[in-house]
């Protein structure tokens, strides 16, 4: 049983809302729009190409539920959009971590994370990596939502476990449009006295 042009319009926007949702929380990193032609319906060649796109007898049927679902993209991505974004700032995108002796653990370095948006900012995950991420271990007080105007505050160290410049860098897995964070982490490890 096919269902109706209002039936497919309403499943429509409950499963885009629902995408729009998850890519938010960072669940998902991308959404999927009706197959379709974004612009004027009838310019699409596909209508008659595209086996099963829409009969030839209802192609001014196709051509209005195409409207209409464009509609209801537009709709639905403005109210997500007047939900607010987050923005990240970071104090710095690098840090110097300084020297010190293989195996001990240097003064913390302090990194401020503030959320400058408008929408909470959902962090999934926070990492170290990098040729010796080993050798900067850290620790955060970072929610796994930051509300906007909020800050954390990330807190590294730098302990070689060898000899020379040490290298590595911090992740941020957000939903802040700009894409993941990342800062640099340099340091230099001393042999003991």
């Known amino acids: 049983m096919e269902c109706t042009a209002a ?4 499943l429509y926007k409950g499963l885009l809302q629902t995408q729009m949702n998850l890519l938010s929380e960072v669940t998902i990193y991308g959404v999927e729009f009706f197959f379709g032609y974004f612009g004027e319906p009838q310019n699409w060649g596909g209508w008659t190409t595209q086996t099963h796109a829409c009969d030839a007898s209802r192609l001014s049927q196709c051509y209005a539920n195409t409207e209409v679902l464009q509609n209801i993209s537009l709709e639905v991505l ?45 962090i999934s995950s926070i990492v170290v990596a990098g040729l010796n991420s080993t050798n900067f271990p ?42 993941d964070q990342t800062v640099t982490l340099t340091g230099t490890g001393l042999a003991n006295p």
């Open 78 to 122: 403005q109210a997500q959009r007047s939900k607010g974004a987050p923005v990240v700032s970071l104090a710095h995108t690098s840090l110097y971590m300084g020297t010190e002796y293989v195996g001990k653990r240097s003064t913390p370095g302090k990194l401020v994370m503030a959320n400058t948006g408008s929408g909470p900012l959902a």
């Open 138 to 179: 850290f620790t955060d007080n970072c929610p796994a939502s930051l509300a906007a105007g909020a800050s954390c505050t990330l807190t590294i160290y730098l302990q070689p476990t060898a000899t020379g410049t040490r290298s590595g860098e911090i992740t941020i897995y957000d939903n802040a449009g700009a894409g």
């Open 7 to 10: 039936q497919e319009q309403s």
